[in-house]
C-alpha cells in the first residue's frame, strides 16, 4: 500500500493507493473516532459491483451499517437525487456521529460529499473512489456539490474527507469510455504542473492502456501528489487552486450545452484544446506545445472537438463559469506544458471566439 498526505487548513487526511479493500477497515479504525452508523451511496451500477463488500467490512465494527443507492449518471448529480440521500439518512437514522461512505465516481463523491457537508450541518465522510477520474482528481481537496438547472456544480461547498482509499482493482470493471475520460484531468494535471509526467503519459501511453499495475499504480500516484499539492496551499480557490481547472471553463460550458450526453473528462478534453489555442494567443505557448497536447489527447481517444455547437454559443456560457467575476473572464492557461497561470480579463471575445472556433468540428 502506498500513502500520500493532504495537509489543508481545515484538515489532515490521507490518500491510501492499494489493489484491494482489506487494509479500509484499519484504516478506519485508525481514524480513532467512534462513528455512530455507516451510511455507503453509490450508484446503480457500482452498488452491484463494490456496495456489499463495503457494508460487510463496515459491519465488522458492530455498528448499524446501510447502503443507500441511487441513479446514476451526471444527469441524477441534482437536487431531487439529494433529496432522496437526505430522505435515506433521516429514515435510516444518521445522526452527528455516523460516517457517510462516498463510493464510486465522481457524480458520487460529489453528491454523497455534500450529504456529508450539509446534513446536521456537517458530518464525516470517507471517499472509495472507483473510476479513473475520481482516483486522480474528484475524490481529493473536499469540492463537493451538483448542478442546478444544468449549471455545473453550482451548488456545493468545500468538504474534506477523513479519508481517500482507493483500490485500484475496481478500475479492471470500469468501462473503456469512463477510463478514458479519466485520462482527461490527469493529462490536465501534466499540462499545469509536470513537464516530465506529460513526457511519461506520452512514453508509456501503451501500457497505462494496457492497465499495466505498475505504471497505472506510479501515475494515479503522480497525479494524486500534484492534486494534494495544489490544493493543500489553496484549500478554497482564493488563488492557484483555479489551475486544477485548466480545461474545465470551456469544457464545463460544452457539457451543459451538450446537455450531458458527453462526459466530464471528453469535455475537459475539448476545453483543453481551447484553452491551448488561448495560451497560443496570449502568453506565446509554443505551437509545437499545443501539438504535442493534441496528439496526447488523441493517442489516448479523447475528443478534440465538438459538434453541432457554436463558438458564439460557448463563448455565452462561459460567463456561468465560478471563475468569472461581474464581466472578467479568468482562464487557466499554460506558458509551456508543465508551467501554468491563470488570465484575468486579458483575452478580447475576438481570441476567445477564434480559439472556441478552432474546437467547433462543423467549423473546422
Ligand atoms: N470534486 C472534484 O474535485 C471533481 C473533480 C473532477 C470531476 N468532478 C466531477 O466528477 C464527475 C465525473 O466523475 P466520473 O467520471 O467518475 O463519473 P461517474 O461518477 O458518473 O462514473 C462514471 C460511470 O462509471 C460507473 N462506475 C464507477 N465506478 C465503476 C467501476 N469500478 N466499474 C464499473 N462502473 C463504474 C458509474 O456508475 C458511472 O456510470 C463530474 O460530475 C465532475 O464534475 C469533481
Ligand atoms: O479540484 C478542483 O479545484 C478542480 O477544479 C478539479 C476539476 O477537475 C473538477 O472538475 C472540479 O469539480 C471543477 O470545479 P468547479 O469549481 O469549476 O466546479
Ligand atoms: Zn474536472
Redesign the pocket.
Known amino acids: 500500500m502506498q500513502r500520500l498526505d493532504v495537509e489543508t487548513k481545515s484538515k489532515h487526511y490521507e490518500i491510501l493507493v492499494d489493489q484491494d479493500f482489506l487494509d479500509l477497515v484499519p484504516a478506519i479504525r485508525g481514524l480513532d473516532k467512534d462513528f455512530s452508523s455507516y451510511h455507503v451511496v453509490s450508484d446503480d451500477n457500482v452498488t452491484p459491483l463494490y456496495q456489499r463488500e463495503i457494508l460487510d467490512a463496515l459491519a465488522g465494527f458492530g455498528k448499524p451499517v446501510h447502503g443507500v443507492t441511487f441513479p446514476h449518471g451526471e444527469k441524477n448529480k441534482n437536487l431531487s437525487t439529494m433529496e432522496a440521500i437526505y430522505q435515506a439518512l433521516i429514515e435510516n437514522g444518521a445522526d452527528r456521529k455516523s460516517l457517510i461512505v462516498a463510493l464510486g465516481g ?1 457524480v458520487a463523491g ?1 453528491m454523497a460529499g455534500y450529504a456529508a457537508a450539509t446534513y446536521m450541518r456537517g458530518i464525516a465522510y470517507i471517499q472509495i473512489p472507483t473510476t479513473l477520474l475520481s482516483q486522480v ?2 475524490s ?2 473536499g ?1 463537493t ?1 451538483i448542478d442546478f438547472n444544468g449549471y ?2 453550482i451548488i ?1 461547498a468545500f468538504h474534506q474527507p477523513e479519508l481517500v482509499y482507493i483500490n485500484t482493482a475496481t478500475l479492471k470493471t470500469l468501462p473503456r469510455g469512463e477510463f478514458t475520460s479519466g485520462m482527461a ?1 490527469i493529462i ?1 494535471h501534466a499540462m499545469i504542473k509536470d513537464a516530465a509526467y506529460f513526457d511519461f503519459l506520452e512514453l508509456e501511453r501503451e501500457r497505462v492502456q494496457a492497465l499495466d499495475h505498475e505504471v497505472l499504480t506510479s501515475m494515479i500516484l503522480r497525479s494524486c501528489e500534484i ?1 494534494s499539492q ?2 493543500s496551499e489553496d484549500e478554497t ?1 482564493k488563488g492557484n ?2 489551475l ?2 485548466f480545461g ?1 471553463t470551456a469544457g ?1 460550458a460544452i457539457e451543459r450545452l451538450m446537455d450531458f450526453r458527453m462526459l ?1 473528462g471528453e469535455c ?1 478534453s475539448i476545453g483543453m484544446v481551447a484553452a491551448a489555442r488561448l495560451s497560443a494567443a496570449e502568453g506565446g505557448f509554443p505551437p509545437a506545445e499545443a501539438e504535442r497536447l493534441v496528439r496526447l489527447l488523441e493517442a489516448y481517444g479523447l475528443p478534440l472537438a465538438v459538434p453541432d455547437l457554436s463558438a458564439e454559443s460557448v463563448y455565452e456560457e462561459l460567463f456561468h ?3 468569472t467575476m461581474g464581466n472578467t473572464l479568468t482562464f487557466a492557461l499554460c506558458r509551456r506544458i508543465g508551467d501554468s497561470y491563470l488570465s484575468k480579463g486579458t483575452l478580447t471575445k475576438a481570441q476567445i471566439l477564434e480559439a472556441l472556433d478552432q474546437v467547433m468540428e462543423r467549423e473546422r
Open positions: 465522481g460529489d482528481d474528484s481529493i481537496g469540492k456539490g455545473k456544480n456545493g484531468e490536465k492534486k495544489v490544493v480557490e487552486r483555479a486544477l481547472n474545465h464545463h466530464h475537459v463559469d465560478k471563475k
